[in-house]
């Protein structure tokens, strides 16, 4: 094996949680169902997120009329935008649920 480091069976197999859950525990995951249906009337409402969707495309819609075989430059910056102010808005309404 001259090169390659020796590893034994349980190394190779063994989880890599170190002996915690490895997904949700059954009282976060009952806690995060019970407040799915709040995020997405949230996500959709023109209080929520749904605001910025709806001022985002009467900004850009114009970008998203016209069609190329290629993507324009400006797909790129307005993808960054559009992903950072998602980023920012889901980050605040999981601060404001404690998360």
């Known amino acids: ?3 390659a ?7 190779r197999f063994a989880p890599t ?4 859950p490895e997904g949700l525990t059954v009282a976060a995951a009952e806690r995060y169902d019970k407040l799915l ?6 996500f959709a ?3 929520g997120f749904g605001e910025y969707q709806r001022s985002f495309f009467v900004n850009y ?7 190329s075989e290629e993507h ?11 992903s950072s102010q998602l980023e920012q808005a889901i980050d ?8």
């Open 37 to 42: 249906p709040g995020f997405k009337q949230w």
């Open 5 to 11: 480091q020796v590893m034994s069976k349980y190394a």
């Open 72 to 82: 324009a430059l400006v797909y790129t910056q307005l993808h960054r935008e559009f």
């Open 45 to 47: 409402s023109v209080d």
């Open 61 to 67: 819609g114009g970008y998203f009329d016209c069609y």
């Open 1 to 3: 094996a001259g090169w």
């Open 92 to 99: 605040g309404w999981l601060k404001t649920h404690d998360l």
């Open 17 to 20: 949680h170190c002996g915690y």
